[in-house]
């Protein structure tokens, strides 16, 4: 066991210390070299902003509000979001004493932080917050390693019975899966050249083969554990479980009846239910979340086991759909986590829960005593503060000076008894408060059964460092574990999110055919959910130039596609370690414009725009939310009112909208170069993720050119080569070639007259300014044009 231990930390904790050292490195670079208005129009820092403490606790600590100085005044952009790090500082968090906090909950007009206690003068003067590297990932990983040295068989058996008569149990820590999850660890002797001294990326940095072999031949991986799942013990579970997990599952009477599930969605069940460990492939809109929640209603309503389920998941908004979706079919769940919610959700919170239970008067006693402890706290430091600088001040007599020092250290005393209480209640607290969670977390004996549920498809880890990636921290859990091949698997395969011309091409390129549609009937007519929207991109998207006579374009379709690649010449630009192009920003705008005005019933939250790089969607979100000349074009085109939908569109990287989906996906591909490179942008399960966020619009803005030799550098990206991201896109671009889906804006006469159509439809003078390009011989820009 000690040689398995320091073999498990040896290969990963250093690379964990590698990977948070250099998060870090990039959060001190950017304070550090970053000028304070950069910060600022970067939305990595807040200034000038007015404090107070909340009167209600957060389960990590105290909460305080912070609002602009101005009273009413609207918070300026910025990248905080729920569950971020923050450091609150007067001026420079490197020239003081700054204070590290998280954020909880983020409105238009105030920034909720939770801080590990409560510091006197918050409410006093002006203060400033930064952006800062979270430790609570590289926490949890640095847990989950030392966790798996625990011995769960033998914590298990450690049961005893107090003076009271009553068993006594240890809280279990690790898992019964080590062996399964670290068999890819274990490398087959007779396969295995004991002489290679070299180092396997998935071993430590100093570490070589022989060495690992020798010690993983001493491990005991199966620490006696069950092999079966934990419902396997009830027959009649596992008679159902086997049953359904057939292609041509045994029906049988008193089976429970499948509430609208196809046939890998109830074969995925089966899996969930029936294996010890099991991996369950959701490619997009394929219904994870509608499996999960099955899965749970039939242990709960039909099998009813008396085992606790716990359900986890990275987001909020995935933890709502969960939580919204097992009320639906009538199971009462728990939520645990911070995060707004809806108001129909928050009698499934665990504090409201809290309220009901037995002890929470105790609980609410034990607050307002914290609250009244702190209080006072703070009020004898004050009054410490006020007689240390009254004898800096004035050099009084000794006998003064003992008066006051007496003074001073009865006033200390006193402060560090009421410490001694405060964290004498707030233990007891946290054992009220964490009893709850406990129970449900430990009595659903988690380590013995687990079922994953994830597309290794999609985005992968973003790592950092080097060294990191070395050594494996590229490839997530889920994936390893696929590709081992030691787990059972199963894929979900139809799709009910999106349009089929939308799905055509991810299905090809990265599932192999084998995702199918199922928003399609059965005579192959599309879903009427899912046609396309209007615009005036699509309905021209066959004309080419010498089609348009007179100054009119040809009547539209009937079948509109639902998938557009609009090129254009504007060249990228670089923005720090990032890109922006200004060309690509200024058709979004234009085509948000067409959209709203053209599809009365589509409001802003049903359109998203992503991007790869931070630095457009910081460009894009400034020009609609705070250049005044598009506000006044947004305006002038669609009305006061209709333009107010442009606020509720959606803005984020690929990466931050992985999970999500809109009816109307606007994908700003940046990057568009003489020489073809595409850097960020050639990692393949980012291209996946991009295409497969839309559910009836796809509109793709790029530089063909670029596109189609798509190319990437060592300098640029590290690890996304490997991926095949490059040959991807150049054949997602002969794909939309083949399939006559590009609009070519590259001719300036062209570039105008779409541009125009919109304001033609509404007065019949008013032409758009399409400004030709010094650089490249094309537009620079596609300005809005006001009177």
């Known amino acids: 066991m000690l040689l398995f231990k320091q073999s498990i930390s040896h290969r990963f904790l250093p690379a964990i210390i590698a990977e948070q050292n250099a998060a870090n490195e990039v959060f001190t670079q950017r304070i550090a070299s970053w000028p304070l208005h950069k910060l600022k129009s970067e939305g990595y820092t807040l200034t000038g902003l007015s404090a107070f403490w909340l009167d209600k606790r957060h389960p990590s600590g105290p909460v305080a509000g912070f609002t602009s100085a101005e009273p009413g005044c609207v918070l300026p952009d910025h990248l905080l979001r729920e569950g971020m790090g923050v450091l609150l500082s007067r001026i420079d968090p490197f020239r003081e004493q700054a204070c590290e906090g998280t954020v909880t909950q983020v409105t238009p007009w105030t920034l909720y932080i939770s801080f590990e206690s409560k510091f006197e003068r918050l409410d006093e003067g002006t203060w400033r917050l930064d952006i800062r590297n979270s430790n609570i990932a590289a926490s949890r990983m640095t847990q989950a390693v030392n966790a798996m040295h625990d011995d769960c068989a033998s914590q298990d058996t450690n049961r005893y019975v107090d003076s009271a008569g009553r068993i006594r149990e240890t809280i279990l820590r690790g898992t019964y899966l080590r062996s399964e999850l670290l068999q890819g660890f274990r490398p087959p002797p007779e396969t295995i050249d004991m002489t290679n001294s070299e180092v396997s990326p998935w071993l430590g940095f100093d570490e070589s083969l022989e060495d690992v072999n020798s010690e993983l031949a001493n491990v005991a991986f199966d620490d006696s554990a069950q092999k079966s799942g934990i419902f396997n013990e009830d027959q009649f579970i596992h008679s159902w479980a086997r049953r359904y997990s057939r292609p041509d599952p045994i029906v049988m009477d008193g089976d429970p ?44 309503h039909h099998f009813q086991v008396p085992h606790p389920l716990l359900v986890c998941t990275y987001t909020n908004v995935a933890v709502d759909n969960l939580v919204e979706g097992l009320a639906d079919v009538g199971v009462r769940p728990l939520r645990i986590g911070t995060g707004r919610l809806k108001p129909e959700q928050e009698k499934f919170m665990l504090e409201r829960q809290m309220q009901c239970h037995a002890l929470w008067p105790d609980v609410h006693a034990l607050e307002n005593r914290i609250e009244r402890i702190e209080e ?293 591909t940046v990057r568009n170069n003489p020489r073809g490179y595409i850097g960020f942008l050639a990692d393949r399960r980012r291209l996946n993720v991009g295409l497969t966020r839309a559910k009836r619009g796809l509109f793709v803005i790029g530089g063909m050119e670029t596109l189609k030799v798509a190319k990437t550098k060592s300098s640029e990206v590290s690890g996304v080569a490997a991926s095949g991201g490059a040959e991807s896109w150049r054949r997602y671009i002969q794909w939309l070639n083949e399939q006559g889906l590009v609009l070519d804006l590259t001719g300036n006469a062209r570039a105008e007259m779409l541009l125009n159509r919109n304001l033609v439809a509404l007065r019949a003078t008013q032409p758009l300014a399409v400004q030709a390009s010094t650089q490249d011989g094309a537009y620079k820009k596609l300005l809005f044009a006001s009177r």
């Open 257 to 300: 009846p499948m509430l609208d599930l196809n046939e890998a969605q109830v074969r995925a069940v089966a899996l969930m239910i029936g294996e010890r460990l099991s991996l369950v492939q959701g490619p997009p809109g394929t219904g994870k979340t509608k499996t999960i929640v099955e899965a749970v209603r039939l242990l709960k």
């Open 376 to 668: 006072d706290m703070l009020r004898l430091r004050e009054q410490i503060h006020a007689e240390q600088q009254w004898l800096e001040k004035h050099d009084a007599s000794s006998r003064q000076g003992l008066a006051h020092k007496e003074r001073l250290q009865r006033m200390r005393m006193a402060r560090e008894t009421k410490e001694q209480q405060r964290y004498t209640v707030l233990w007891r607290k946290k054992c009220l408060e964490r009893k709850i969670t406990r129970d449900c977390i430990d009595a659903a004996d988690v380590s013995r059964h687990v079922s994953l549920v994830g597309d290794h498809k999609q985005l992968p880890p973003v790592i950092l460092s080097g060294r990191a990636f070395a050594a494996g921290f590229s490839v997530s859990l889920f994936e390893r574990l696929i590709e081992e091949g030691n787990v059972p698997n199963i894929m979900l395969n139809v799709q009910y999110r999106m349009h089929p011309t939308i799905s055509q091409f991810p299905s090809s390129e990265f599932y192999n055919f084998e995702l199918r549609d199922g928003t399609v009937d059965a005579a192959g007519r599309v879903h009427p959910h899912l046609v396309p929207p209007s615009s005036l991109y699509i309905s021209h998207l066959a004309t080419s130039a010498g089609d348009i006579v007179g100054g009119t374009l040809p009547s539209s379709d009937a079948n509109p596609p639902s998938v557009i690649f609009i090129n254009h010449s504007g060249l990228e630009s670089s923005r720090d370690r990032s890109r922006v192009n200004y060309s690509e920003a200024n058709i979004v705008a234009s085509l948000v414009e067409d959209l709203l005005l053209k599809n009365p019933d589509l409001t802003g939250d049903e359109i998203g725009i992503i991007a790869p790089y931070a630095a457009q969607i910081s460009l894009i979100t400034r020009m609609f939310s705070q250049e005044n000349k598009y506000t006044a074009r947004f305006n002038e085109v669609l009305g006061e009112r209709r333009a107010a939908q442009v606020a509720r569109i959606e803005i984020k990287t690929v990466d931050g909208f992985e999970g999500r989906q809109k009816e109307v996906i606007v994908f700003s």
